[in-house]
């Protein structure tokens, strides 16, 4: 990060002594307008960093002079408690962290609202899998309904859940939905829910204050307080502990929460976006997750298809890999794969998804020491690579054929109910099929329906 210190000199100077700033980041400190002025117009400073009590200037004054010469800017303020209050809710404050702050929280801050900066280049250069401008980069008809759905509820406020498998790409709608939304300009905040113990998560979500455990040396504001009036994206919700359970749904109904160790009750202005592998239904039947909370989730849900279910997207997405891998390496060489690397790309069943494509792709520039990839540069994915789906002629039963026959026209159909009319059967049949394929329980049709599965 490239970061903007404002603020008298000698308290900024001093966050930089405690260690603020790591050895790749830079930090530049203003004490005016003139010297805001000065180093914005370098054009290099991605967040920024606002004490709200100065003395020689006034913060407002400052905060209007960074929102204006940068709108998009993050601003992270530092304030005491009262004026925290003021200053939370004047346009351009990102996130407000309350003194006496603690270098390592507020590091940790600086780092998640940076990554509204960070995404700038994608929004500028939309990858084939999700786009920030249209939903016609990827060629999937599969593809395009999932995110026609998620640009259609993208300006609203109700909450999402996204459904699929490790690697869909379901963190990268959300941030589409996110980018699409009333909301873009505010925080982008991700919680991995596997990754912490009960107290720990509850801690990280909804803050704490000091004292309220061993090790809570300082007030931590959280990550519900740092999502203020943006989105908070809970990632693999079905993991989330039932003791949090019950504390996350009184969030999404009263939009209330309280930090650990205190008494005082807080409101929450954001969107609530969930995704998970696991299928939740089947959960709530095993009493580890709570109905309600899951009905409160499930408002429109979306299923990222597999990478196997998108064959017309896997050359795209790895020459857009290609090009991306390239660039960042410094060379100029690979520029394309041969026509055996790109069957061996599409026999692939790619049970990693696109996760698994970027490895390999990234592997294969790094190996390749040709004009284009071949399959020696894409190693052990060529002696994997097996035909994914059953073709005619091929040593499988008939019901193989004709289950693989409903998920290929599924996938290219513009609705449920053309797939159903193509394949010669009713929708209520199809939809009987399609549950006993292992598919989504709710079929998706536009003219009936918002909920995007199957």
Avoid at 125 to 148: E, F, G, K, W
Avoid at 179 to 204: D, G, H, I, Y
Avoid at 211 to 229: E, I, N
Avoid at 230 to 256: A, H, V, W
Wanted: hydrophobic share 45%; charged share 25%.
């Amino acid at each position: 990060m490239k970061i903007i210190l404002v603020g008298d000199e000698a308290r900024m100077r001093r966050l930089l002594a405690l260690g603020l700033i790591l050895p790749e980041e830079q930090a530049r400190v203003a004490t005016s307008s003139s010297d805001v002025g000065r180093i914005l117009a370098d054009g290099e400073i991605e967040i920024a960093v606002l004490d709200w009590e100065m003395k020689t200037t006034p913060a407002v004054a400052l905060l209007t002079e960074l929102h204006t010469l940068a709108p998009h800017m993050p601003v992270v303020v530092m304030a005491a408690s009262e004026a925290a209050v003021k200053a939370s809710g004047l346009t351009g404050v990102t996130q407000v962290v309350e003194k006496p702050v603690e270098v390592d929280a507020l590091r940790s801050s600086l780092q998640r609202n940076a990554r509204s900066t960070a995404l700038e280049p994608m929004r500028s250069q939309p990858s084939p899998d999700v786009s920030s401008d249209d939903t016609q980069s990827t060629r999937s008809a599969l593809m395009r309904r999932r995110l026609a759905v998620a640009a259609k509820v993208a300006p609203t406020s109700v909450n999402v859940l996204l459904l699929g498998e490790n690697g869909t790409g379901k963190t990268r709608l959300a941030e589409y939905i996110h980018e699409k939304s009333m909301r873009a300009a505010r925080p982008f905040v991700t919680v991995n829910c596997p990754c912490l113990q009960t107290q720990l998560l509850e801690s990280e979500l909804f803050g704490h204050v000091r004292g309220a455990f061993t090790g809570a040396v300082s007030d931590a504001a959280g990550l519900v307080a740092a999502a203020q009036g943006g989105t908070l994206f809970l990632d693999e919700i079905g993991e989330l502990p039932l003791p949090i359970q019950s504390k996350l749904l009184r969030l999404i109904q009263e939009r209330r929460y309280e930090r650990v160790g205190e008494a005082r009750t807080r409101v929450a202005d954001l969107r609530i976006i969930a995704a998970t592998n696991r299928d939740l239904a089947a959960e709530v039947a095993a009493g580890r997750f709570r109905e309600d909370l899951y009905f409160r989730l499930n408002v429109i849900a979306i299923e990222m298809p597999p990478l196997r279910h998108r064959p017309e997207d896997i050359v795209p997405l790895a020459e857009h890999l290609l090009a991306e891998f390239v660039a960042a390496s410094g060379r100029k060489l690979p520029r394309d794969f041969t026509e055996e690397a790109r069957t061996a790309l599409l026999r692939h069943p790619w049970p990693g998804n696109l996760r698994e494509l970027r490895n390999y792709v990234e592997r294969a520039v790094i190996l390749c020491e040709d004009d284009r990839v071949g399959l020696d540069d894409l190693g052990e994915l060529t002696a994997s690579g097996v035909a994914s789906v059953p073709q005619v002629g091929d040593f499988v039963t008939l019901a193989a054929l004709e289950d693989a026959h409903i998920r290929c026209v599924l996938e290219k159909a513009e609705s449920f109910v053309q797939a159903a009319r193509l394949l010669g059967i009713d929708k209520t049949t199809l939809y009987r099929r399609r549950r006993k394929q292992g598919g989504s329980t709710v079929p998706f049709d536009p003219d009936v329906g918002a909920s995007l599965t199957g």
